[in-house]
């Protein structure tokens, strides 16, 4: 009798665990998705801005940089625009290694295409052709975005830790766990200080 109630107890200790570890590895995917939510908001401003400021008809804000040429423009609508469907793609999974990758991709198009406004720029003797407030909301943005970035790369290094420790990493294949990743950050862009 004794050795049924220790098999029972064994049965009830191993139960509780796999519940717990389960949830823990549940919870952690939450946070990453949480971080990503984040993220996704923090992008999809970039991508509002660049909307805001694209020339339509001569009577938009953007005929204020009649300075910039056209494919300045093009440029920065088709970064903006592939931003926006690297977005959407990856919030449907925001843990898929591939979306991540092609969102990284896309993010570093836009700051590429704002920074070649940004050197232009330095090279004109008679001032700068992007408003100076353009220039330091674009630079505020991209702060608040790098900060959301490295959130979400916490949280998906914690969950990635979570799914590789023996004996969750069993829990994890059995319910098809996998490892996401993270977004690195920009080069010369700083998260703000806390």
């Known amino acids: ?79 903006a625009a592939q931003l926006e469907a690297s977005l959407a793609s990856a919030r449907h999974r925001p843990l898929e290694p591939e979306r991540i990758a092609a969102l990284a991709a896309a993010q570093s198009v836009l700051a590429t295409a704002w920074e070649r406004a940004e050197r232009e720029d330095a090279h004109d003797l008679a001032g700068p052709r992007l408003p100076d407030t353009l220039t330091e909301r674009r630079a505020h943005m991209a702060a608040q975005c790098a900060a959301a970035a490295e959130r979400f790369t916490l949280a998906v290094q914690a969950y990635n830790d979570g799914i590789a420790q023996f004996p969750a990493l069993l829990l994890a294949w059995l319910f098809g766990f996998r490892p996401g990743r993270g977004i690195e950050p920009m080069p010369g862009v700083r998260a703000p200080a806390r």
């Open 1 to 79: 009798m004794s050795n049924s109630v220790m098999t029972w107890v064994a049965a009830a200790v191993l139960l509780f665990w796999t519940v717990g570890a389960y949830n823990r590895l549940v919870r952690l995917r939450g946070d990453a998705g949480a971080s990503f939510a984040a993220l996704d908001a923090e992008l999809a401003r970039q991508v509002q801005l660049v909307h805001q400021l694209l020339p339509e008809d001569g009577d938009h804000p953007a005929s204020l940089f009649d300075g910039l040429e056209g494919s300045f423009w093009g440029g920065l609508q088709g970064a």
